[in-house]
């Protein structure tokens, strides 16, 4: 059974005794898992049922809900293009395919050393400076296949 390292134990208990109940910290025990675990599966979803007193089907319906939650192991850098509307007026499609040929893997796919996962999300609610694109945590506007060529060249 998968389980928090006894410092994220803590803070979970420490964060959980500031809400009114355990089910307020779903989201945030969520992405702690996340972090910790690099993915979160079957196991993961009852730990955090358990911990958070959430039905699993319902920590299953969230977890799977957005896409900051990643249901399978990803590269040391998660790349999500945004494939909704504004981006793709603003030339998403493009830099999808530059993307693609560079890294030579289709969306959904990691490149072999396990360095680039490429994944399509839905709007990342940065349409006015679209197209878009996550990697891990921090948000690149404005995107070109320029941009991209120095975004992937930065990442060691
Ligand atoms: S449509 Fe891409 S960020 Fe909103």
Redesign the pocket.
Known sequence: MKKFSEENEKRVQNLQSRYPNKEASLLTVLHMANDEFGHLDDEAYSYISELTGVPKSRVYSVATFYSMYDQKPVGRYHLQL???????L?G?DDILKHICGKLNISPGETTPDNKFTLTLV???????????MIINKEYYENLDNAKIDNILSELN
Do not use: R, V, Y
Request: with cysteine; charged share 10%; glycine share 10%.
């Open positions: 945004c494939k909704n509307i504004s981006c793709m603003a998403a839905e709007c990342l609610g940065s349409c006015g400076s679209a197209p878009a």
